[in-house]
Each structure stands twice: as structure tokens, then as C-alpha cells.
């Protein structure tokens, strides 16, 4: 049996309600209103596909380091910085363990949209993790703060203010905007 999705004016008042507890608590939560191309529920056991404008393999420190325009792929999820380090392992096939991209990071899925000034994917704990002037955009709602978590398990994306003011918010404080139907 198939469930039926919330209307979009039900969860764009789930949302105000959640940002408004939020907004007192310091913090944002909210699980995916995108649909099946959301960042989160994603299958983060796909292989790894990259571009950059130069690789360095620094073999004894089982790492990566790409700089320079980085494209990274997974399935349908894309991500591009300035730099990223990958960090791996070498039981006979290289394995990534996590990637730390930094300088104009970006992840899109679908019609979702996360960007901060450096981020870290743990493929272990299968978590995006993004920070400093982080924004999250799903069609017409916008989130803003400090760091940006997601759940690539769950779907389960959570925004904090961090403390520190960012792009004239004040320090602490997550900030947005929710679309409404006509």
C-alpha cells in the first residue's frame, strides 16, 4: 500500500511550525519535501566518478588531493568545490572513506541544491556534512546557517546557526523561506 504524500500548503505549515520551534531552540530539521530526488535516501554505495583541472596521488598517505574546478559524481549526485582530499584505503581495490572538499562547495540531486565554504562526505556514517555560509535550496524553500547536516540513511537534513554570523545573519540563528500554494 502506497502512502500519500502531504499537500504542499501542509507541509509548508509543518515547516513554518518546525522553523518557529527551531528558531527558539537554535536549530532546523526537516525531512525531505522534494520527493524521490532529495538529497537524502540516497544510495551512497554507487561508485565514485571525478574531473579536476590536476590530481595528485599521495600513495603512502592513502589520499587524493584534486584542486582546480573538482566535478565529483555519484549516481545522480553531484558535487563540485575548488579542492577536495579523498581520503582511502588499499586492501587490493581502493576504497573511499571520506571526501573534504572545500571553496565553493556544492551538492545537487534533483531540484536540490546544498552549498557551503567547505564540506565533508563520510561514506562510512553516510552523512554529507556542510559549513560555514551553508544554503539548502529544494524548489522554492530556502534554508540558511551556519552548518548543514544530511542523512544520507534517513533523509533527514538538519541546519544550525553555529554561532557565528554569516552573509549580515546574525550569529546562532538559522534563516528562510517557505513557499505557499496560490
Do not use: H
Request: hydrophobic share 35%.
Amino acid at each position: 500500500m502506497t502512502k500519500m504524500r502531504p499537500s504542499l500548503r501542509k507541509l509548508a505549515l509543518q515547516g513554518l511550525a518546525a522553523g518557529a520551534i527551531a528558531g527558539a531552540a537554535g536549530a532546523l530539521a526537516f525531512s525531505s519535501i522534494a520527493g524521490a530526488q532529495s538529497l537524502g535516501s540516497f544510495d551512497s554505495n554507487q561508485p565514485v566518478n571525478f574531473g579536476a583541472d590536476r590530481i595528485e596521488l599521495q600513495d603512502r598517505q592513502n589520499r587524493v588531493v584534486l584542486s582546480g574546478s573538482v566535478d565529483i559524481r555519484q549516481g545522480d549526485l553531484r558535487l563540485t568545490a575548488q579542492r577536495t582530499t579523498i581520503a582511502y584505503t588499499d586492501a587490493g581495490q581502493l576504497t573511499i572513506q571520506r571526501l573534504d572538499a572545500s571553496g565553493n562547495v556544492e551538492v545537487t540531486r534533483g531540484n536540490e541544491r546544498a552549498r557551503g565554504d567547505a564540506g565533508v562526505y563520510d561514506f562510512k556514517r553516510k552523512t554529507i556534512v556542510l559549513s560555514g555560509n551553508v544554503g539548502l535550496n529544494r524548489g522554492a524553500d530556502r534554508l540558511n546557517g551556519g552548518r548543514l547536516v544530511i542523512d544520507l540513511n534517513s533523509g533527514l537534513s538538519s541546519v544550525d546557526g553555529s554561532g557565528a554570523a554569516t552573509s549580515g545573519r546574525p550569529g546562532g540563528r538559522v534563516s528562510g523561506t517557505f513557499a505557499v500554494p496560490d
